[in-house]
């Protein structure tokens, strides 16, 4: 658990370096700051804001497989529209992600 803890920690101090300049809390950002971010540092910044927008809630757990698929979905909205918030990109490229996993769940 201390080494999930850890790691997670670590996540988010190098994603904060990643843009030092930024001082606004991710919850206020433009998809213009996310986009900032080196492209190595997004899925951290991603990964972040997930367990942020889900604090408290009992599922909350670090989806890499969906997170895979969201880091592309948000950099392409964000390109389209560089002034629109970065939380609200990030919330609807979940529930698409989570619409299509429920359509394929409930296929099987």
Same mark, same amino acid.
């Given at each position: 658990m201390k080494l999930r803890y850890f790691a997670f920690v670590a996540c988010l101090l190098a994603a904060q370096? #990643?843009? #030092?300049?930024?001082?606004?809390p991710v919850s206020k950002w433009t998809c213009e700051e996310f986009l900032a971010v080196e492209s190595d540092f997004q899925p $951290?910044?991603?990964?972040?804001?997930?367990a942020k927008a889900k604090a408290g809630k009992a599922d909350s757990i670090v989806d890499i497989?969906?997170?895979?698929?969201?880091?592309?979905?948000?950099?392409d909205d964000c390109k389209k529209a560089p002034g629109e918030s970065f939380l #609200? $990109?990030?919330?609807? #490229?979940?529930?698409?992600?989570?619409a299509e996993a429920k359509k394929v769940k409930d296929k099987m």
């Open positions: 370096g #990643a843009v #030092a300049d930024n001082k606004k $951290k910044v991603v990964y972040f804001a997930t497989e969906g997170t895979e698929k969201v880091v592309p979905m948000i950099i #609200a $990109k990030l919330k609807n #490229a979940w529930r698409s992600v989570e």
